[in-house]
């Protein structure tokens, strides 16, 4: 017999001063030969900001943190995990979002622009259609990877069941 | 017995909190193949966390206002196997209901001697303990008049994201749950009173303080939604 889980609660507005600098934004220095800055914004359905936003990145090197700021924004400064085949598919990051107005944490991932032929393998990103994963796979801009989160609206990104 | 994971957490869609409304996302959620991943990396290294980052009563020159209480309890993991190691992160409001943030515009005072956040590992057998102060309902603007139970906002951080968790704890007989609906988003009953702390003598220290009882319990390491009995 399993035990009955804890239910999750929204993170709410004021999380910043709990948990804003156990875990860092860094999951490797920048100076890191393979550091890449994947940093993007988080909108609502209203194509608003989200200034209150937590997000938190996951992969087998090691965990990131970041808060949005006042205008969205976030960043992190991770390498791309090994890929290691398998059921698990392409390089991607695996990201959960927190807010104010999320009664639970969405879970979405991060693919990699320079991953062409192990995207289109993938057994994830083969079950959406074009339109969703560009959704999931970030784009190069200046001094790094650009990702962002759409709550909603025509560009709502892909969240996935937890 | 259902133990899925869909019908214990809030659904995002839910009216009655206002701020879902152009957050929640509105696209079903996609099913993944395979499970979550686990951190091979070290979560963190353990000197990271002071020797009192678990006492809240202590981060200042002297006491906070308010009802001095202990928060104790265990983490589980579902197939019952205590989760060591956890981070857990713990903030909450004031005795007065303020929080020590600066959005916060509840015209109750500010304690200069509570700042409201705390963190500690949970010991080899999943074990943790706090000691804070009871926080303060605070009023809110999600509906006229409507005002949150106190409660004490708590982050579960394991290896494994599967078992990632945030959540609010509650007081046990609080008069303002009925009217809460972060509380009420909980569709279950008897999920919704897992979020409620026990009172407990045992805890309570004789001229010290009041003992509250609080176990946690996050997915398995290898949960997959697949994986959850009695989906709905």
């Known amino acids: 017999m399993t035990l009955p889980l804890t239910p999750s609660q929204t993170v709410g507005p004021f999380f910043r001063i709990g948990l804003s600098t156990t875990i860092g934004s860094h999951v490797v220095h920048e100076g890191m030969p393979g550091a890449v800055r994947i940093s993007g914004q988080v909108f609502d359905g209203a194509g608003e900001p989200v200034p209150d936003a937590l997000i938190e990145t996951w992969q087998p090197e090691g965990a990131g943190r970041c808060a949005t700021d006042d205008e969205g924004h976030f960043a992190i400064v991770t390498i791309k995990p090994a890929q290691d085949g398998g059921a698990t598919g392409a390089p991607h990051l695996d990201v959960s979002v927190f807010a104010r107005g999320l009664l639970t944490r969405l879970v979405t991932r991060v693919y990699f622009p320079d991953e062409h032929a192990a995207n289109g393998a ?16 970030a784009v190069r801009e200046e001094g790094g990877l650009r990702f962002d989160i759409h709550l909603q609206g025509a560009r709502e990104t892909v969240f996935f069941d937890r | 017995m259902t133990t899925s994971s869909r019908s214990v957490h809030p659904p995002n869609d839910y009216p009655a909190y206002g701020s879902t409304a152009l957050r929640a996302p509105k696209q079903p959620l996609r099913v993944l193949p395979a499970r979550l991943g686990e951190l091979t990396a070290p979560l963190l290294a353990g000197e990271t966390i002071g020797a009192l980052d678990h006492d809240l009563t202590r981060q200042h020159d002297a006491d906070p206002l308010g009802e001095r209480i202990s928060i104790s309890g265990r983490v589980f993991d579902q197939d019952r196997n205590p989760v060591a190691g956890a981070l857990i992160e713990v903030w909450q409001a004031n005795a007065a209901g303020r929080y020590a943030h600066l959005s916060d515009q509840h015209p109750a005072p500010l304690d200069p ?13 999943g074990g943790y303990r706090f000691v804070t102060i009871k926080p303060g309902a605070y009023p809110w603007r999600n509906h006229p008049n409507a005002w949150r139970p106190a409660h004490v906002h708590f982050s579960v951080f394991t290896p494994a994201i599967a078992q990632r968790l945030v959540t609010q704890m509650y007081f046990p007989g609080d008069p303002l749950f009925d009217q809460d609906p972060i509380f009420n988003s909980v569709p279950d009953p008897d999920a919704r009173q897992r979020l409620v702390a026990r009172w407990s003598l045992e805890l309570t220290e004789p001229e010290w303080s009041l003992g509250y009882a609080w176990d946690i319990v996050v997915a398995g390491r290898d949960a997959t939604p697949l994986d959850d009995d009695g989906a709905e």
């Not at chain 1, 083969?126 to 959704?135: A, F, G, I, Y």
């Not at chain 2, 001697?113 to 057998?125: H, K, Q, V």
Request: with cysteine; aromatic share 4%.
């Open chain 2, 113 to 125: 001697n509570f700042s409201g956040a705390g963190r500690c590992l949970t010991e080899a057998d």
């Open chain 1, 122 to 137: 993938d057994p994830v990103l083969r079950t959406l259609s074009p339109d969703e994963c560009s959704t999931l796979v």
